[in-house]
Nanobody
């Protein structure tokens, strides 16, 4: 199994920035990619960004392209999500997840991920 712990959420004004972290432990050698997802009240969980563990290939949701950046530190088994120019519509619980099956084509799909963190709240005020 893989355990995931997110941190870095909080309250920020529109236009501000936050950096989320997700630390993985356990069977980290099995990780092919890590992703960030978010879920706002009354809405379904949606893909935000993902990165492959070895090659560092990335994918972003159209809604965050140019504002968010995902990166990883393999030595620390940690993935980061730098969020800039935040908007009120970015308000959600952000969760990280890992997947074992190698497939760049399906990195954006929630169903492809095996282990999930508990999430961290991000609130953007207008």
């Amino acid at each position: 199994q893989v355990q995931l712990v997110e941190s870095g959420g909080g309250l920020v004004q529109a236009g501000g920035s936050l950096r989320l972290s997700c630390a993985a432990s356990g069977r980290t050698f099995s990780i092919y990619a890590m992703g960030w997802f978010r879920q706002a009240p009354g809405k379904e969980r949606e893909f935000v960004a993902a990165i492959t563990w070895s090659g560092g290939a990335t994918r972003y949701a159209d809604s965050v392209k140019g504002r968010f950046s995902i990166s990883r530190d393999n030595a620390k088994n940690t993935v980061y999500l730098q969020m800039n120019s935040l908007k009120p519509e970015d308000t959600a619980v952000y969760s990280c997840a890992t997947r074992r099956v190698p497939s760049i084509a399906t990195l954006t799909l929630t169903s492809g991920y095996d282990y999930w963190g508990q999430g961290t709240q991000v609130t953007v005020s207008s």
